[in-house]
């Protein structure tokens, strides 16, 4: 529990905060599922010495405390003398040897009260219990809300100056680009021998793809009642584990001072047993890799397979980052990129759409250079311009699709999605779009997030607001832009919206976006329906968190199909043959989601699992495809 600081003062420190300083020699970290104990030594060596006037490190020996959440501090409530002052100023700072772990997990299985390990960019760093930004900024009083603002302001000025602020931050900075996590492969136990056999032939085959492992062991670990009562599904796991077509490539293009570069670029055909065509997205990221367009690969294969229509599924992408190129600078890179896949994409072959960093610009780049090679023109691609086959609904899509989901799930429950406080992640084509039908059912939607922080409204955001983010989304600013107009919101730097009370969570950024502590969070925080916008939304660890605390969750592979409906109306030219109204295609989308939802609940509840459980929603929509996908394996045979 966090204590009051009482009557500690700016110039003056506390006698428990000197005692706990003075007792503690070092840590002793225990590392969760490594099982090693380390020692972490750090002492105030030539970081700062002026700051700190005592040479021991702050905390005790675990063994010695009773577990505390690790987000709290204890701060001694009484002043001390001033004369105490004095005494501190003899002790003389002693300089030891620091250091550094080499590798840690993100969390202690034992951790002190004073300071926190956590993951920024690949990097483990200590960090301040107290200060929730990374020891820079103060989301809130830690001191609690009660008492006037000065005097709330007070206690955290004391707070910045206190000793225990001061190590915590000394420790950041002493451990900064020092201590290197490796992401590791987090195997789960299957009840059965012959699904984990699966598991076990991927890590031989893929050992380094851990996004592509994390999602089949997420499928397989559905599957195990299908595999369990016919073990003829096994082989046909293993064949659609392997990709039909894998392309890798270098994109060499030329920047607006006449440098070379050169990216390189996938597209992966993952499995054609429902099409031609496939369909897939194309992802523009420096984070872009074989194993994540795999990943995408394989998730957009459940996805249409789940869908109304017979698509095969596809994945691609770049390590390009389109972030503050020019139009001409994107225009050349998307006509390289373009050169070397045009080979394989057609109205019979391939249809590419939108994902992360590829919009209006990157897909009309891309889509113009096709039809240099298409004579006559010939295909479709997807995009937000009608004149170039799209309809006029293609990017609002994906994001109504998931608050239609959303509300097809509370409809079981009797409830609505008026008045429920929404947190969404992202400021993308698919949150924005969440925010909008949102708002259009009664919802208050409160955050949004870029990858700096997050944005908050307590107030909620409606059409003006989102028609604001939307602009500055276009200008390319800041979110912390929003909060000099809007006085009742606040941007948190180095921050997820993960912390803030709600009722449902829309993430919608990237992939793994909600880790165990931010589950954690959620349930909490009353959390009790999650909608996947972005693929594969949740580790593995923050998965089982909400499942324990009962909190119903939609897959991507369900609730973000609305772009595939979408896409397919567009390659028909239905929408532009009968004209139809916004409200029509809503309509027809509404229609598409429905029976998504009917046939991922019917094959949950075909194989046992109650209507009401957290993973019947997850497992039946992975057990649809997978049937409707190794039906149409069987009946063509070995050749795909």
């Known amino acids: 529990m966090l204590l009051p600081s009482g009557g500690l003062g700016m110039n003056s420190t506390s006698m428990d905060e000197m005692n706990l300083i003075q007792q503690a020699q070092r840590h002793h970290l225990v590392v969760r599922d490594i099982g090693e104990e380390i020692d972490l030594e750090i002492g105030p060596g030539d970081d700062d010495p002026s700051s700190f006037p005592t040479s021991a490190l702050l905390g005790q020996d675990p063994s010695s405390e009773e577990p505390d959440d690790s987000k709290h501090i204890v701060m001694g409530g009484d002043q001390l003398p001033m004369e105490n002052d004095q005494d501190i100023s003899k002790v003389q700072p002693a300089k030891r040897k620091k250091k550094v772990v080499k590798r840690w997990r993100e969390e202690w299985a034992d951790t002190y009260k004073w300071a926190y390990v956590d993951v920024k960019e690949g990097t483990a760093r200590i960090f301040c219990s107290v200060c929730r930004e990374y020891g ?149 990221h420096p984070s872009m890799n074989l194993s994540i367009c795999k990943f995408l690969g394989f998730e957009q294969t459940l996805k249409n397979a789940l869908s109304p229509y017979k698509l095969g599924g596809a994945a691609g992408g770049s390590d390009f980052d389109p972030r503050g190129k020019s139009d001409s600078e994107v225009s050349r890179f998307c006509q390289s990129f373009m050169n070397e896949i045009h080979w394989y994409l057609g109205p019979d072959k391939d249809l590419p759409s939108e994902d992360m960093g590829v919009g209006t610009r990157e897909m009309g780049y891309l889509y113009g250079h096709y039809k240099r090679f298409t004579s006559p023109f010939q295909g479709s691609f997807t995009g937000p311009k009608i004149f170039w086959s799209g309809s006029s609904l293609r990017t609002e899509a994906t994001g109504y699709g998931l608050v239609f989901f959303a509300q097809l ?126 693929n594969m939304s949740c580790t593995p660890e923050a998965i089982e968190v909400i499942r324990k605390a009962n909190v119903l969750m939609a897959p991507a592979i369900a609730a973000g199909a609305g772009g595939v409906v979408a896409g397919e109306l567009e390659l028909n030219n239905e929408c532009n043959l009968m004209n139809w109204s916004p409200e029509d295609f809503e309509s027809k989308l509404q229609e598409a989601m429905k029976q998504i939802y009917q046939r991922a609940l019917k094959a949950a509840t075909d194989f046992g699992y109650q209507k009401e459980s957290p993973e019947s929603l997850a497992h039946g929509a992975v057990i649809s495809a997978f049937l409707t996908l190794a039906q149409a394996m069987t009946d063509q045979g070995c050749l795909l």
């Open 136 to 284: 820079r900024k103060h989301r809130r009083n830690p001191y609690g809300n009660e008492g006037s603002r000065n005097m709330q302001m007070s206690a955290l000025e004391e707070h910045n100056n206190s000793l225990l602020h001061k190590e915590a931050l000394r420790l950041q900075m002493a451990s900064k680009d020092k201590i290197v996590v490796d992401k590791p492969i987090v195997v789960k136990a299957l009840m059965s021998k012959t699904a984990g056999s699966i598991i076990e032939a991927a890590l031989k085959r893929d050992p380094h793809e851990v996004e592509f492992v994390q999602c089949v062991q997420e499928a397989v670990h559905a599957l195990e009642r299908v595999i369990a009562k016919n073990s003829h599904y096994v082989s046909i796991m293993e064949r659609l584990l392997e990709p039909k077509r894998t392309l890798i490539f270098q994109v060499p293009w030329i920047d607006d001072k006449g440098e070379i570069h050169v990216n390189r670029g996938f597209r992966i055909q993952f499995n054609m047993a429902l099409g031609p065509p496939c369909r897939g997205g194309i992802r523009f």
């Open 409 to 534: 799930m509370l409809a079981e429950m009797n409830k609505e999605l008026k008045g429920l406080r929404c947190a969404v992640s992202g400021t993308g084509k698919i949150a924005l779009h969440v925010l909008e039908k949102l708002v259009a059912y009664g919802a208050i939607p409160i955050t949004v997030s870029d990858s700096k922080g997050y944005l908050m409204d307590e107030d909620g955001f409606d059409y003006m607001k989102i028609a604001f983010l939307r602009d500055l989304k276009t200008q390319q600013r800041s979110l912390r832009d929003y909060s000099k107009t809007y006085a009742r919101s606040k941007y948190y730097d180095e921050a997820k919206p993960w912390g803030e009370r709600c009722d449902i969570a829309f993430p919608c950024a990237s992939h793994n976006e909600i880790d165990q502590l931010d589950a954690l969070n959620l349930v909490n925080l009353g959390c009790r329906l999650l909608i996947e916008g972005s």
